[in-house]
């Protein structure tokens, strides 16, 4: 299998090209100059910038790989900050995207798509059906590409799959994201012995730690198209509120000092977000069942952290 995988300088891509077979070429694609961590020992890396149609046409052409992993995006605080770039990044290259894999006949396109698709007030659980109307520029280009998508696989008959990814808890957050901020927690607890959190306490959207995100894109990239109910899966694993983090964390590390001081944007939007997701499809369609709870992510994260030199640390 070869692997093309857009967004492969970013936090998600880097660690996912570690995982996949060893035996599979793996091509990181990025408008960046290099990865910004590790990648995998099969894995080489090319500069690709998303947004220009000629070039991601020439890249698939040339490259025609068996499957597109679409990861290239702005992230939350970011896409925010700049809609115009946003709307290049996410929406127009996705366009691309979609229209080089139906071109050079890629079998599959996987786009992670976010629980920040959905806008409040939400249902607890959020069903997998449920309408989506964010309330962040991010989560509409979210919602948008999921049916951009979707289009691709029902209408061209494009093998289009995605997920709706919880704030996922890794030691390379990107700085681009508002919710960044459940990483950086670790992270800071480790490196600086303390942090200030710009949500409430109160705040409980769903997270994710990095094993297991990495698990669901590698089960939902690998299972049989035959088997899959839908073309968006909702995902989840868990949902503590901010105080919960911070007891976990100091339980660890007890001289750890964290307080909190409210940054009103930051917290709304992050309290749009849903909190219990029902994610029974992704469950009986790929066996999708997550192995870390917060006490399993904090256990885990700590030590890894822990572990890692402080340059690695992002
Ligand atoms: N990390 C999370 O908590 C989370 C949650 C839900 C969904 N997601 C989605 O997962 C994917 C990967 O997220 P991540 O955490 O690795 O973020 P990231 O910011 O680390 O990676 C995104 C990458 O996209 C690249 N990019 C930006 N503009 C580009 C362009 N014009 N052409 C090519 N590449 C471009 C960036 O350089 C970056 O390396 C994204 O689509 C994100 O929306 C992430």
Redesign the pocket.
């Known amino acids: 299998m070869k692997y093309l995988v ?2 492969g ?5 880097c660690q996912f090209s570690q995982r996949l077979p060893r035996d599979a070429e793996v091509l990181l694609t ?3 100059k290099a990865p ?1 961590s590790t990648i995998g020992d099969n894995a080489t890396y090319q500069r ?4 220009q149609r000629a070039e991601i046409d020439e890249m698939v052409g040339r490259e025609r790989p068996d499957v597109i992993l679409h ?5 939350s605080g970011q896409s925010e900050a700049d809609r115009n770039t946003a709307w290049e ?1 996410n929406m127009q ?1 996705a366009f691309n995207t979609f229209e080089a894999a139906l071109k050079f006949g890629v079998d599959r396109v996987v786009f ?1 798509s ?1 629980i920040a698709s959905f806008g409040s007030p939400l249902p607890d659980p959020v069903p997998e059906d449920c309408e989506q109307w964010p309330r962040g520029f991010y989560g509409f280009t979210k919602a948008a590409v999921e049916r951009l998508g979707f289009y691709y696989k029902e209408t061209l008959g494009l093998d289009f799959r995605s997920i709706r ?1 919880p ?2 808890i ?1 030691p390379y ?2 700085p ?2 508002a ?1 960044s901020y459940a990483s950086n927690v670790f992270i800071a607890a480790v490196r600086d012995g303390g942090y200030t959190l710009q949500v409430r306490e109160s705040a409980n959207p769903a997270i994710i730690y990095i094993e297991d995100c990495l698990k669901a894109i590698d089960l939902l990239t690998h299972a049989s198209a035959a088997g899959l109910s839908r073309a968006s899966y909702n995902l989840f694993s868990c949902a503590p509120t901010a105080r919960e983090i911070v007891t976990e964390i100091q339980k660890r590390v007890p001289e750890v000092e964290i307080d909190f001081a409210l940054d009103e944007q930051v917290a709304d939007l992050i309290d749009s977000w849903p909190r219990q997701i029902d994610d029974q499809a992704a469950r009986s369609d790929w066996n999708w069942c997550p192995e870390f709870g917060l006490p399993e992510i904090a256990d885990e994260f700590l030590l890894r952290l822990t572990q890692m030199k402080e340059g690695e640390v992002q």
């Open positions: 857009t967004g300088a970013g936090n998600i891509a990025d408008i960046a910004f690709l910038n998303v947004t990861f290239a995006s702005l992230l990044v290259g992670l976010s990814l704030i996922v890794s957050p990107s681009g994201a919710s």
